[in-house]
T-cell receptor, first 108, second 121 residues
Framework: EIVLTQSPGTLSLSPGERATLSCRAS???????LAWYQQTPGQAPRLLIF???NRATGIPDRFSGGGSGTDFTLTISRLQPEDFAVYYC?????????FGQGTKVEIK | QLQLQESGPGLVKPWETLSLTCTVS??????????WGWVRQPPGKGLEWIGS???????YYNPSLESRLVVSVDTSKNQFSLKLSSVTAADTAVYYC?????????????WGQGTLGTVSS
């Protein structure tokens, strides 16, 4: 089973700043099978990025994804108040889906 | 607009079976383009994939839950369901149903609002 490790656990930033979140896999992940989600308190997760770098429908272009192999990143170019949330990466391999433990982006 | 809605008893006794149903509206569960999955989230913790099903009945289960888990589909009702047996307090979580999309169904693009399943005597 591929394990995803996200870092940092918590990111403290101010609105307008740039956020860079990391997702490292225990073995290589097919880029087509790497996704990112945003979750705000009391809400279901929302798909942000699929296939490592493709924005889901309705996602603003300040969100971007990149990376390959075992290292992937989610970047938020200029944090808006609504972006302070928990972010999860997720992968699919051999009929198994796994999530990272999450990164919380909080207001500094 | 596709919508998913979880339903089922919110409280289950230890060692009994947790049964949840997800009703899909605004689209057909019988599409060959999608899988349908369950994800859970213990209070204050992260997300865990539980299991997935294709409308023809093909299932995939989280190995850590497989011995206690059954996921099924009822295409006539546009629903899929989860049964988790021999539950303990560790199974207390918000349970989400979701649609899985993409070639190989690698990601979850539509989610239900979630339902809290509490295991307590």
């Amino acid at each position: 089973e591929i394990v995803l490790t996200q870092s940092p656990g918590t990111l403290s930033l101010s609105p307008g700043e740039r956020a860079t979140l990391s997702c490292r896999a225990s073995q290589s992940v097919t880029s087509s099978y790497l996704a990112w989600y945003q979750q705000t308190p009391g809400q279901a997760p929302r798909l942000l990025i699929f296939a490592a770098s493709n924005r889901a429908t309705g996602i603003p272009d300040r969100f971007s994804g990149g990376g390959s192999g075992t290292d992937f990143t989610l970047t938020i170019s200029r944090l808006q108040p609504e972006d302070f949330a928990v972010y999860y990466c997720q992968q699919y391999d051999s009929s198994t889906w796994t999530f990272g433990q999450g990164t919380k982006v909080e207001i500094k | 607009q596709l919508q998913l809605q979880e339903s089922g008893p919110g409280l289950v006794k230890p060692w009994e079976t947790l049964s949840l149903t997800c009703t899909v509206s605004g689209g057909s569960i019988s599409s060959s383009s999608y899988y349908w999955g369950w994800v859970r989230q213990p209070p204050g913790k992260g997300l865990e994939w539980i299991g997935s099903i294709f409308y023809r009945g093909t299932t995939y289960y989280n190995p850590s839950l497989e011995s206690r888990l059954v996921v099924s589909v009822d295409t006539s009702k546009n629903q899929f369901s989860l049964k988790l047996s021999s539950v303990t307090a560790a199974d207390t979580a918000v349970y989400y149903c979701a649609r899985q999309a993409g070639w190989g169904a690698p990601y979850f693009d539509y989610w239900g609002q979630g339902t809290l399943g509490t295991v307590s005597s």
